[in-house]
């Protein structure tokens, strides 16, 4: 049975009658409504498609996606069709000296079902399919002038700006909490990669911040997102390390569903799926952010008496 309290102890506990609690019809309908939120969240958990290039090898979670060999063959695609705003986000976690190119990503009406073979390259391969738009990153040179981005052609995003030309896109801006790409709100918490833990992680960790690392390094964060624009059309973004790169492909019908594509490419050899919560987050994330807003670093979590594992999950994420 619930009951109240009937006066508050010495340590300030709530006195009787001062808190309303729920009855159990109440209770039942707010745990019915809690899992029905968290099944949702479900839902959204991103992975790659099983259909993919010749050599690449996926975790058991289908959220980490590795190159075994060569340099081609490294097509991958996400595991259902993206809603309009939502954000397909990996990081680079591994790469392979020896190689010319780094990691394409972008868009593609093809069901990967539907594939008689995944092409070997992303560029031109996939594109010169059709229906795909894809980006090749670079390690600079990434943002896109207003008047390069295609009209949803090709391969709108080959076209490049010069580093110095600023992004005219006006409706790209930033708040504490969120990346606007005009009406489209993106957490920022997970969009900008982290260093490995170690003794000047602090100090890259505020590189990473500003963007000064080359978005080809390690930990760096690429995502790809389509924003509608008008009707039945969207243009296709790239956000690297937190900052919107502008529109790389414009006119994208939208009638087909619309999957992302991550082609892990030359001196790439291994990235992860970021999942990025566009509701409450979890109890998970806030314990997390709670922990990390109370230490001068990441190292510092050496010195408290947490479990390791909580160590591990607060010094990475």
Same mark, same amino acid.
């Given at each position: ?20 609690? !729920? ?6 309908? *707010?745990?019915? +409504?809690? %899992? ?17 290039? /010749? ?26 069709? *993206?809603?309009? =705003?939502? %954000? ?14 780094? /990691? ?45 981005? =295609? +009209? ?7 076209? /490049? ?51 000064? *690392? ?36 414009? =006119?994208?019908?939208?009638?087909? !569903? ?60």
């Amino acid at each position: 049975p619930i009951t109240r309290r009937s006066q508050a102890s010495e340590d300030g506990a709530l006195k009787a009658g001062s808190v309303s609690l !729920p009855n159990l019809s109440q209770l039942c309908y *707010l745990i019915a +409504a809690v %899992i029905t939120v968290m099944a949702a969240v479900e839902d959204r958990f991103m992975q790659f498609h099983p259909v993919h290039g /010749l050599n690449v090898r996926l975790d058991h979670t289908e959220t980490q996606a590795t190159r075994v060999e060569s340099f081609a063959n490294g097509v991958c695609f996400s595991k259902h069709p *993206l809603v309009p =705003g939502e %954000i397909f986000l990996v990081e680079i976690e591994d790469k392979e000296l020896g190689w010319c190119g780094h /990691l394409r990503i972008g868009l593609t009406a093809h069901d990967p079902r539907s594939l008689e073979a995944v092409p070997e390259y992303s560029l031109p391969d996939l594109v010169d399919m059709g229906s795909s738009w894809v980006f090749a990153i670079t390690r600079n040179h990434n943002k896109i002038a207003e008047e390069g981005a =295609g +009209a949803g052609g090709e391969a709108g995003g080959r076209v /490049l700006a010069e580093e110095r030309v600023v992004s005219r896109n006006t409706g790209t801006f930033f708040t504490k909490s969120h990346l606007h790409i005009d009406s489209i709100r993106i957490p920022r918490d997970k969009l900008v990669g982290r260093s490995r833990p170690g003794r000047f992680s602090h100090i890259l960790d505020d590189l990473y911040k500003t963007n000064a *690392l080359p978005p080809t390094a390690r930990r760096s964060r690429i995502g790809v997102l389509f924003v509608p624009k008008g009707q039945g059309a969207a243009d296709m973004h790239i956000v690297i390390n937190g900052e919107d790169m502008g529109a790389c492909a414009k =006119g994208i019908p939208t009638q087909q !569903p619309l999957y992302a594509v991550v082609d892990v490419f030359a001196a790439t050899k291994c990235v992860r799926i970021v999942q990025v919560e566009y509701g409450f987050s979890s109890l998970q994330t806030l314990c997390r952010k709670t922990i990390q807003k109370h230490i001068v670093h990441r190292m510092a979590l050496d010195w408290l008496e947490l479990p390791e594992i909580l160590k591990h999950y607060c010094k990475y994420e």
